[in-house]
């Protein structure tokens, strides 16, 4: 079982195109596909599942679909949250907060600190996220704390604390869906060591038996981390 999933959730526009729907169809239900993920996340013991709700290049979108995307992120926050404080899913928004508007800075502030108690699902939702900023922003603090460069140089271990999901292991299970074989500027250094698991299945359509097939998929594996097959000794 993966400890710690993360998925891109992409296809949402393509399901409401083959529909004849505006986009903001397919937005509105892959927040019905994020509910019954979250939930089937939650019973199979998952302890970390990381969504990607929206990237640092999303800004480039139409602005009436980044301001109904926008709209649509605060209103699940706020009909959902009660709901995962009550199923001890503690929440955690990731990602550049400085450019959302304080009504919903306030809402994302105020569920996180809700459900800051609770253990049994850690849910991240990146928004406003870029691997290549995390980086950078870990770099920054790094830096800033201890008042100049280090003169023989940073360790990886300098910097995990300061990555804005150092409170997680490194993703298992890395699933996209929709189709395109990328990362999109996700957990860029978190992924190194993730199995990958790419699907055609759109994001709406995508439901627990789907999940339950990348999971299997993922339990299929060996991870070797670099080592050999006979240095795992299960072959
Ligand atoms: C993913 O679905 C959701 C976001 C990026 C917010 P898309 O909106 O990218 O859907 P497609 O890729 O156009 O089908
Ligand atoms: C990636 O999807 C970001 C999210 C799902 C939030 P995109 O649809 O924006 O990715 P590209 O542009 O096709 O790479
Ligand atoms: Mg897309």
């Known amino acids: 079982m993966p400890r ?26 892959g927040v019905e596909t994020v509910r019954e993920v979250i939930k089937a996340c939650a019973e199979q013991g998952v302890h970390y599942l990381t969504l990607f709700a929206f990237s640092s290049e999303n800004w480039r979108r139409p602005e009436e679909e980044v301001s109904m995307l926008m709209d649509l992120f605060a209103l699940a926050l706020e009909r959902e949250v009660v709901k995962l404080h009550k199923n ?11 450019r959302f508007g304080p009504k919903l800075v306030k809402l994302i502030h105020e569920s996180e600190h809700l459900t800051r108690g609770n ?9 406003n996220y870029g691997g290549r ?3 950078m922003q870990a770099m920054n603090k790094l830096v800033a704390q201890t008042g100049q460069p280090a ?3 940073y360790s990886e271990a300098d910097l995990a604390p300061h990555l804005a999901m150092h409170y997680a292991p490194e993703p298992d299970l890395f699933i ?3 189709g395109e074989q990328r990362i999109s500027n996700f957990l860029l250094w978190q992924l190194a060591y993730s199995e990958l698991y790419f699907t055609p299945t759109l994001w ?3 439901d627990t038996a789907a999940l339950n097939q990348a999971i299997a998929s993922y339990s299929n594996r060996e991870r070797r981390f670099g080592r050999t097959s006979e ?5």
């Open 119 to 127: 253990a049994s699902l850690t849910l991240t939702i990146a928004a």
């Open 231 to 235: 240095q795992l000794g299960v072959r």
């Open 176 to 178: 996209r869906t929709g």
């Open 151 to 153: 003169e023989q140089g």
């Open 88 to 98: 001890d899913v503690r929440l955690r928004v990731v990602g550049d907060l400085a």
């Open 204 to 206: 709406p359509d995508f």
């Open 4 to 29: 710690h999933i993360a998925i891109i959730m992409d296809g949402n526009g393509r399901w409401a195109k083959k529909r004849f729907l505006p986009r903001i169809a397919g937005h509105k239900r």
């Open 133 to 135: 900023w995390d980086i």
